[in-house]
C-alpha cells in the first residue's frame, strides 16, 4: 500500500517530495498516454537512480520466443511483448559542465510532480543544488498530443538561482533502449539509420521479426528569457543516437528554455519510405504552432472528453480523485479511432502481460466506451474480433478442434495466441464467452443491430462450433460436460464443470441459434452469405441444441447453490476472515500447490455470471452465492473488486459496495498490491466506471429502454455521471435526497427509475 | 521404429554398413559405461556429419537455472542437467597428410559396429578410401574399466591397404564441449588448466556453479606392427585442449596402432588438488598392464555380472538379445558402489530428463538389483533417499507443510527438487509412496529389518506427515480426500482422488504405524531416539490414522471397479482399438488439452496399484481392472509395457504378455518411439527384467519365501534366471514341460511352486 502518498485533490495527481524509492512508483502513475503512444514519467535529464524507462507505441510489438519448462503440442510459438521504444524524451541538462542528476544533486527541494488530467498534461518542478554548487529552478512540462498523435511536446526550463550560469541542453533521441522484460534477451529493435536536418533529428529503426518500421524524431526551440534563440549546433551522431547541444548563459533570476517535439511516424500509418519525410511535415506543423498552442489544443481535446465521460463525486476528494484517475487512464490507453488496436492491461505504462487483448475489453471495458463515446468506437472494439476470426478458427485448429470452430486466444496482438500456459491458453475458454456476450451486450445498448448479419453472426458461429465440441457426453450424468477447463478464477485449473464456463456456453449457442433465425428472417442477403461460407447445416445447430439443451451444471442441493466446480465442496472451506492475515496474498505467499487446493478465489467467477446475466436469477438467488461465494474471495485480480462492488449494491449492502470501489478506483494511487511500479492496471479501470454506473447507479438496459437504481454510499453528497445511450445524452445526478436527470439535444425520452417510468424532455431537469 | 536394423545376436549389439542417418541413433545404442563414467558411441577421429557428443561423470551435473513461463511459488530454482564432460577418447587420424572423417571419405565399407555385451567392449571396423585416395582398414576397440573405474582404454589399429603411407594419430583430450540441451546457454565448464607431462596430458576444470573440479587425462602408446614404438611427441596446448602428435610410416599391408589410455579424476573421490597426481598413477597402473591386459580384466568382470544377472532366452534371438542388451545397460549405469549415486532415466548415454534420480528407482529398479547383487546395493539405494530426507522436509515446507512432513523431489541429484511444471513438481506426490513401499519391499525380500530402525523409519514418518496433512477432509463424502494431484498417469493432471495416490497415502500411514510399533518393541534405543528427534506423539500419530481409516477411494458401483480419479467416467471412454492409427502417438498428434480431456492412459496407474499391491486384491478383481484400464491404456511410457507384461501373464494371457515384453525389451533396439538418439531408457529395463522374473517366472516372496508360477511363452523353448534370496542364490529354468530348480551352496531352501512347497538341496536339481 502507498496510501496517503499521492495528494488528495480532485483533478490532479500529486506527487510532493523527492523520494527516490517512488520514482519507478511515480514513472507508472504519471504516466501519459495520447491513444497512438505512451511515456512513462521517466525524467528528461539522464538520471543514474533506479528507474524503468518505457517508451510505447500502440500496436509496435515483438513476438518473443516463448519459454516453458517443458514443451507441449499445441503451444503457441512465442509471446507478444509490448516493447519499449526508442526514446524521444531525452534532454541532458548541464549547469557550468555539470550534469543534472537528480540522483547525485546536493540538494532537491520543492519537488512537485503533477499530472492534470483535466488538461491532459504532465509537469514537474523541483529547485536542485548541483555538486558544484549551483542552484538552479526546474520546470518541465510534457504532453502527447491528442490532436496530432504522433508528437509530444516538452517545455523544459531552468531558472539561475546561486548566480550567472552557463545552460547547456543537449535534446536526443535514444534507439539503444532494451526491454526490461525479454524470454531469451533477444535484441527488439534494428537501428538502421540515424541521421538530421538542420536541427531536426531521426533514427529509423524497425522492430526484429515483426519489422514495423518507426522513425523516431525530434526538433526543439530555445529561449532565453522567454525569447527565442537562434540555433545552429551541430548535430552527434552515434550508432542508436542523434542529438544536439544548445547553450546559453544566463543571469541569476533569469531562465533558459527549452521546447523540444518529438515523437514516432510508423510504418503501421506511412509508407515505410516516407517515414522522415512525415516526421518533418509533423515537426513543421507543430513547431508553426508552437508549444503554447499546441497545449492549447490539448486542454481542448480533453475537455472535450471530459464533458463526455467525467464522473463527479461531491464529498469524498479520494473517491473523486480514483475515478477521474481511471476515466482519464481509459482515454490515454485507448480512443477508439483505430479499429486495429484494443485495451492492453497496462496500456502505456508499462510491459508486464504482453500483448493487448484480454478478454478484459469485452467484460469489462466495452461498457465504458460503449456509454462515453460514439457507439462506432464499442463496434470498432468488436470488428476487431471479427477481423481476427480466422486466427480464433486456425487456434482452436492447433488444439485438436475442427469444422471452423473458433478458440479466441487468451492474449495476442494480432489474433494469434502468445500467452503460454496450458492451464490458461488452452483452458482459459471462457473467453469465447465473453466475446459472444459483448455482441450482445452491443445491440442491447446500441440498439445497433446491423453488427451481426455483416460480421457478429459468423463469431458466433465459430464459438457455437467451439463449444459443442468442446462439451463432452457423460453417461453417469446423463448430460454434457465441459472437462477440464479454468474459470475466471484462475486460482483453479483444470477443472470439470465451471458452472460460470458451462453457462456461458449454454447460453452462446442459444444466442445464436436465435440470431441466426433473427438474421434469416431480417437479413436474407447476410443470412445467405454467412450458410455458404460456414456451411452450417440444420444437423450442426441440432448437435449445439442437444448440448445446449442437456448441459450439466454442479448444484448444491443442501447449500441450494450451483457449484463453481464439479470437486469445490470436497475442498477445506476455511473462510478468508478465518484465514491468517499474514498469509496474504496468497499469490506471494503460497505455493501454486496450496493455492489450487484452496477454496479461495482470485475474482468473482460464479458471481461474474450473475453479474452477465442478472436478469436470469432472483435477487434471492443472487444474495445466497454472494453470500456463499464473497467469503472465500481473495480478489487478488484488479478485475475482482468493481463485480462484488457492483453485486455488493445491487443488495443494498453499501458500505461494502463503498469499500470496494474505493479499492477498485484506488488500486494503483494507493498501490494495493504493491506493484504499481511495473505500471497501472488499466482495463480494470473500466470496472471501476462500471461500478459507479451500473454499481450505485443501478443503471441497466431492460426491454429497449434505460433503467436506474440509484443509491449512494453515505459518504458522497452527490455524484454524477453522463451516459451516451442510442445517440442521446443523459446526465445523471444522484444526491442522498434523490436523482437528477438532464437530456441533452431536443428528443425526449423515456427510462426507468426504481421500476417507475419516467418520461425525460430535452432540456428539462427531472427529478426522482 | 528402427526394426531389423539392428543384427540379432544372443550376445552382441552389431550394426552393419555406414548410414549417416543412423549415427545419432547408434551412438545411443552402443554406449559405453562402467557405473562411474559413461561415453556415447562417438567417433574417436573427427566426424564432420550429425553426431551427439556426450561424456559423462556420474554425479557430475550443473544446477541450470529453471525456465518457465510464469513463475509460481515454490518453484524449484534449477533443473540439473547431466552434463556433457570433457572428451577423452578423441584421436585425429591423418593417412598422407589427409584427415580420416568418415562423412568425407570416397568409399566405407565393411562397416560393423559391435557392443559384446558378454565381455564388456565396444568395436567398430570399417575400410575407408580417403579423398586422397588411400586406403586403409581401421579396427577400433573401446571399453571403460570395470576394474579402474576411473579410466577408459581404446585401440585404434589402421592398416595399410592402398599402399605405403605415413599415418599420423593426434589423440587429445577437450574441455571446449558443450551441452545440446542448456536453458540459458550458461557456461557449463570452467577450464583452469591445460597441462602435460612427457607424452601426459591433463586438462583441469571445473563445473560452474557445483564446482566439480575434474582432472581429464590421457597417455598413448603406439606399435608399428603390434612392435612398441617410442614416442616424444611435443604437447601442443591450446585453451581447452592438449594434444600429441604421433606419426608413423607403415608399408602395404602393415599395420599401425595406437593404443590410448583416459579418464576422469574427481573431485568426488580426490582431494581437488590431487587431481593430476591422482590421474597419473592411474595411467601408470594402466600402461603398465597394457590394453590386453586391462580388456582380460574387464572380461572376467562382465563374466562375473552375468553369472548371477544374465537371463537365458532359448528359441528366440531377439527375445534373448533384448533382455541381455537391458541387463547390461542397467549394469554400465548403476553397480552400486557409491550411494550418492543414483540410476539416472537415460543413464550415460543422454542429456534428457536431467537429474539422477526419479521414483523409477524405487518402483523399478530395486528389484532388479536386490535380486541381481548383494543385498548392499539395495540398502545403498534405500540410504541415498535417508540422506536426503532432510532436503525433502525443506521440500515439502516450501509448499507450505510443517512439522517435519517429508516430499521427496521428482526429479534431484542431490536431494532438491528440480524439475519444473507444477503439475508434475507440486502434484505427482504418489512418488513419496513409491520410497515408502521400497522400504517394505526391501524387508520382504532381503530379510534385513536393519534398515528400519538405522534409517526407514525417519523416512516413513517424514512421508506420513506429508499424506495426513495433504489429505482434506470433504464434508460431502465423509472421508479424506486428497485433492489436486497427477497419479503415474500423467496423461491427466490436477485431478481429485487418484486412485493410486491415495491408496498409497493409506497403506504408508498404515505400515509406517506398524513399523512405529516393531520398533518400539525390538530396537527400544533407536525408538526413543527417533521420537527424541522427530517429536512424534500420540495426538499426531492419531491424526494419522484417522486419515488411513478414512481415506476416500473413488468406486463405480456399477461397473464393480476402482475409479482412476473422481472424474474418470465423465470422460468419452473410447477405447485406444477405435482411435484412428494417425493419431498415435498422442503425445506426438494431440494437443495438451485434448491429451487431458481423453481417458487416455499414459502408463499402468490403477493397475500399477495392483501391481504393487497384489495380495490385496482377487485375480477377478484384477481381471476386471485390466479389462477396463488397458484399454484405454497408449504405453507412451518407457514404464508401461513391463508392468501390463507381468499383469497380463498373472492373467494367462501370454499373447498380450509377450507382447508387452517385446516392447519393453526392444523399445531402443527397435526404436519403438523414435527418439532413441536421445539416450536410452535405462530405468525402464529394470522392468523388462521384472517382466520376465515376476511376470513369466512369477516369482514372488509370500510369506518369507520365494514362490514361483512360471508360465512360459510359447515362442519361447526355455528361459533361466537367477536370484539371490536372502544369499541363497538360486536359477530357475523354465520350459514349456517344467521347471528345475538350482541352488547354489550347501544350504537348503524351501520355497512354493504353483501354491506347493517345495524343497530345495543345494547342488541338486529340482523340477517343478
Redesign the interface.
Known sequence: MNQDYIVPNVWSIIEEGFDKEKVKSSESLFSIGNGAMGQRANFEEHYSGHTFQGSYIAGVYYPDK?????W????PEY?AKVINAPSWIGIDVMVNGEALDLNTCKKVAKYKRELNMQEGWYKRSFTATLPNGQEIEVHVTRFLSLDIDEVGAIQYNVKALSGDMEVSFSPYVDSGITNEDTNWDDKFWNTTKVSFDGQLGFIEAHTMKTNFATCTFMESKLFHNGKAVALNSEASIEENKVGFNYKVSIKKGESATLHKFGGYTVSRNHEASQLVNAAKSVLEKVTTMGFDALLDKQKEAWAKIWEMSDITIDGDIKAQQGIRFNIFQLNQTYLGKDSRLNIGPKGFTGEKYGGSTYWDTEAYCIPFYMATKDQSVARSLLKYRYNHLEKAIENAK???FSNGAALYPMVTMNGEEC?????IT??EIHRNGAIAFAIYNYFRFTGDYSYIPEMGLEVLIGISRFWQQRA??????NKY?I??VTGPNEYE??V?NNWYTNYLAKWCINYTLEQLGKVKDGYSDDYKRIIGMTKLTDKETEAWKKVADNMYFPFSEELDIYLQQ??F?????ITVANLDRSQRPI????????I??SPYIKQADTLQGFYLFEDHFTLEELEKHFDFYEPFTVHESSLSPCVHSIQAAKLDRMEQAYTFYLRTSRLDLDDYNKEVEEGLHITSMAGTWMSIVEGFGGMRVVDDKLSFTPRIPKQWKAYSFKVNFRNRILKVKVTEAGTSFDLEGTDEMSIRVNGKRVVLKAGETVSA
Do not use: A, C, I, M
Open positions: 516463448t519459454r516453458v519448462g517443458w507441449k503440442n499445441g503451444y509471446f492447433k488444439l485438436g500467452h503460454n500456459e496450458w492451464e488452452f483452458e463432452s457426453f457423460s453417461k453417469p450424468k460436460v472437462l477440464g485449473n483444470n470439470n464439479d470437486g465442496l470436497d475442498k477445506e472451506l499469490n506471494q505467499k503460497w505455493s501454486w500447490d496450496r489450487l487446493r
